[in-house]
């Protein structure tokens, strides 16, 4: 009686799996797009690498069916299918795919966009606007594809870790802070720019906040009148670039003055992705630096 009992039990528990596989989901984008399905997603097709990087990190990794080129990380990411890069989308590679979601951002092509969307292919569109939506994207992305648990755990561990990188990093000094993104023509971020944020709570303030652009240029002339304490340049692998030396002759430059010229990895900290925390560590660890000096 008892094995009847039992073997009943895991019948039911085996019914309710599959019904809750077949259930219908919604998550509401960065857009504040409602995006409905009628089942988790199991084919997703990412159009941005950050994008890539969140699926993975919502627990989808092995849902992702097609990549830009530049979807570099985690590793495994390059040996999906490539489905066009930051200038072109291959449209029919994409369509062969036959995803029943794709993760995109603003910019990618709106015509192309709006194709799939004609095609019946729901869009999620992921531009999260402060470091917090980051994890927030995590959730929704797991509730899309039906791994919220995984994507749950992976949230609540980014906001613990950017509680603690606040709680480190509260200086009563709070430093001028000029980040380069390039040098000629000259771009920084803005006031809205998640770095922007990152810089804030890393105990600095932003030079040019009061720009809404994302990446505005400014000119050198700006930058002089605005004094910064620390110049810090983004860079692929925080190679330290011979243009962020250029500033050297400016001598009279608070940062130069004070030798804070410094360099972090554009490839953590240019992607709204899980691993923007670790960019933001090197970012704190530069305006610590500074203020030691």
Same mark, same amino acid.
């Given at each position: ?112 966009? +709006?194709? !799939?969307? =004609?095609? @019946? *292919?729901? #869009? ?9 939506? /980051?994890? $927030? ?73 009061? +720009?809404? !652009?994302? =990446?505005? @240029? *400014?000119? #050198? ?9 620390? /110049?810090? $340049? ?60």
């Amino acid at each position: 009686m008892m094995a009847v009992i039992g073997v009943r039990a895991l019948s039911l528990v085996a019914l309710l799996a599959a019904a809750a596989a077949r259930a219908a989901v919604s998550a509401i984008d960065d857009e504040g797009a409602t995006v409905v399905l009628e089942k988790p997603a199991t084919r997703i097709v990412s159009l941005a690498p950050h994008a890539t990087e969140l699926l993975y990190a919502a627990g989808a990794g092995d849902r992702v069916v097609g990549v830009l080129t530049t979807s570099d990380w985690p590793p495994e990411a390059k040996a999906k299918p490539k489905v066009g890069d930051v200038h072109r989308l291959d449209m029919e590679r994409i369509v062969t795919l036959g995803p029943d979601l794709v993760v995109t951002w603003p910019y990618s092509s709106t015509g192309e966009v +709006l194709a !799939l969307r =004609a095609r @019946g *292919v729901p #869009v999620f569109i992921t531009n999260p606007t402060t470091i917090a939506g /980051i994890a $927030a994207d995590i959730e929704r992305l797991g509730t899309l594809a039906g791994t919220e648990g995984v994507a749950r755990a992976r949230a609540t561990a980014f906001r613990a870790k950017l509680e603690r990188l606040g709680e480190a990093h509260n200086a009563p000094r709070r430093l001028r802070v000029f980040y380069e993104i390039w040098n000629e023509p000259l771009y920084t971020v803005g006031g809205e720019h998640l770095i922007s944020e990152a810089i804030r709570i890393c105990g600095g303030e932003n030079v040019f906040a009061s +720009l809404t !652009l994302p =990446a505005p @240029g *400014v000119s #050198v002339e700006a930058v002089l009148a605005a004094r910064p304490d620390a /110049i810090i $340049a983004g860079t692929e692998g925080a190679v330290r670039p011979a243009w962020l030396d250029d500033w050297k002759r400016w001598t009279t430059l608070p940062a130069v003055a004070q030798g804070h010229l410094y360099t972090v990895d554009a490839n953590l900290l240019h992607r709204p992705g899980p691993r923007f925390l670790d960019g933001m560590e090197g970012l704190c660890a530069a305006l610590d630096a500074a203020r030691r000096h």
